[in-house]
DNA sequence: ATAATGGTTCGCCATGGAGCGAACCATGCC
DNA sequence: GGCATGGTTCGCTCCATGGCGAACCATTAT
């Protein structure tokens, strides 16, 4: 076997199916059950025994054992990106399922990306954060700036305990379907989690799709828009 | 056959030895005939002009036909992208054939992304153009700020052309080997052109390494840094 | 203990698709 | 015109890999 540039393993891996859709679903965000991707893969759980391990030999899944349940998630961040990327392509290739599915303006609207929020709400908080200077770019990516932090603590998010961890507070991802960049990292994630908590939005079930509610929506606009 | 998002024909047609070869070699920036092509994947004519047919249909490659000749290109930058994207995980994931490949420091330190310059000196361009405000994010994406343009004419990059096409100005381009951004878009690109022209750097044959010379990597640097 | 449930391993089948050679068009050159 | 060269089409082979069922281990529940 002539061995290639190692994205054909990725690619390989993620050109499948089955695989493909246990990827996209843990785009939501949540670690799933090996039943669970079996299932949201329509197959046996022999075949989803070992497309699982294939993807987790390749890093791009992680697994966490919890009694008798493995539950498995993105390896990374990265890995959401790439997934991101490519339904972007996809998408303007023209290819994407979604594309004049009914569900299609509401993933637009706002939508999970991994940990964070993405489509039109998303880009714009990121821009809010942007135009503000709670973020500021500098040699080394993306940081928060003091007035941010103290944006952030208004929200609610623990910065501090953020500041802890060795992932990055700040971090931009392309968004497919607006094709700018939306806040990803701890920053974003955490956002999010509030935008649950504070109830303004709700995952819709099965889906990535985030529904605002009226006035969460209203709210959000109030602060990141204008 | 059930029909899955639609990512997965585009990882699938990644996923292939040959045609990730191919995809690979275009990322070079240059068009390339169906026999080039042939060579670089290692196969027959025949099984080339197939990928090449495929690729084409899936909206990953472009064709133009010139006399006898068929050039094939990347369709789009997003595709580029995409191809670094996955450089990028699969690298991290450990798996790149090119880690500890002799010539792995010269890919990091200055490669073509397509069309505009990666690795190392490229983000010292990028954070260079930042730094000095040559460019500003604003709610459409990245544009060249006024000083930004000034600049450029003192490069020698034709501004006002560019300003014609419909093809982004700046842009920024996710470096799968220094985990940062660089400079893509119109600039990007003319900006690399005019790096080979004033004997600054060449490229290295059959590779996507850029050489710089002695001279030009200290004027480079000189412009650029610090 | 025994049963139930979550996952993995193994052996087998089926098929998609990658690869080739040969014949075949298309274009340019002499 | 005739010949070389670039690409495509067609028919064929062959192998990698996805899929399943059944048996099996591991963990929790009763």
Redesign the interface.
Known sequence: M????????????????AR??ML?ALLGGQALTATELAEVA?VNKATASAHLSRLVD???LAVEKQGRHRYFRLA?D??A???E??????Y???????RSSPREPDLRKARVCYDHLAGDLGVIMF?AF?KRRWIA?D???LTLSRSGARFCREMGVDVDAATQSRRPMCRTC?DWSAR?HHLAGQVGAQLLQRCYEMGWAKRRRGTRIVDFTPRGEREFRRIFEG
Not at 5 to 17: E, S
Not at 92 to 98: D, S
């Open positions: 002539k061995d290639g540039p190692n994205i054909v393993t990725i690619a390989a891996l993620i050109g499948d199916r493909s859709e996209t329509e390749a890093k791009l990374d990265d890995v990106q790439l997934m990327s490519l339904l972007g392509v996809a303007r290739a023209g290819a994407l399922r979604l821009d942007k770019h040699e080394s990516g392309l700018r």
